[in-house]
């Protein structure tokens, strides 16, 4: 999908600059990223400002399901499908929660 398609959709393209990026002619969210990147030195502003830090916690999620059930799912029905994917979340859930250590403070 080119830029032009994303912007007649209204959406924001979140993909991270380069090292040592050049501005453009167009593509002002890509010219503001690379703005930012020469103000700090590095992607951390860019990052915090666009939420791209919850992009990638998603996509680990997603790598964690598709590595321990699977990356596929068995069900045609999209119904079927839905159930289970809610049912691998929640065994992924009471694993994760099982590995978890329990904290108490102390003062």
Not at 58 to 81: C, I, W
Request: contains cysteine; glycine residues 8%.
């Amino acid at each position: 999908m080119s830029h032009d398609e994303l912007r007649g959709k209204k959406l924001k393209v979140l993909i991270p600059p380069r090292s040592e990026p050049v501005i453009g002619r167009q593509y002002a969210e890509r010219n503001q990223a690379v703005a930012n990147q020469r103000v700090t030195g590095d992607n951390t502003r860019w990052t915090s400002i666009t939420g791209y830090h919850r992009r990638s916690i998603a996509a680990t999620a997603r790598y964690r399901v598709k590595q321990l059930f699977g990356g596929h799912l068995s069900l045609r029905d999209y119904d079927g499908q839905v159930a289970e994917a809610l049912a691998m979340i929640c065994a992924l859930n009471k694993m994760t929660l099982a590995g978890m250590p329990e904290s108490v403070r102390l003062a």
